[in-house]
């Protein structure tokens, strides 16, 4: 079955940076659309960025430039890499595997904190 665990959250002071990482199995990593979704306390969840094989990418306005969306296919792992970050980044960051336009899979989340 599909398991997506995602670790590296944790508290950062603005300005800093944190890397997440998340493991996954059960599907064939490289067939779909890998994303980062994030959702803060009262807010809507809100993808951030995605990654598909081909090393096509997608970025919400709010984190370009900032963020970097990466994977190692041979690992089956995902990362996100957040730099410059802002108090407004504090939320709960879920791994999504897409199917067919739709967000299929979520993994625990973690929690980054900025403050």
């Known amino acids: 079955h599909v398991q997506l665990v995602e670790s590296g959250g944790g508290l950062v002071q603005p300005g800093g940076s944190l890397r997440l990482s998340c493991t996954t199995s059960g599907f064939g990593f490289s067939m779909y659309w890998m994303y980062w979704v994030r959702q803060a306390p009262g807010k809507e969840r809100e993808g951030v960025a995605g990654i598909f094989s081909d090393e096509s990418t997608y970025y919400a306005p709010a984190v370009k430039g900032r963020f970097t969306i990466s994977h190692d296919s041979a690992r089956n792992t995902l990362y996100l890499q957040m730099d410059s970050q802002k108090p407004e980044d504090t939320a709960v960051y879920y791994c999504?595997?897409?199917?067919?336009?739709?967000?299929?899979?979520w993994g625990q989340g973690t929690q980054v904190t900025v403050s």
């Open positions: 999504v595997r897409d199917q067919e336009s739709s967000f299929a899979d």
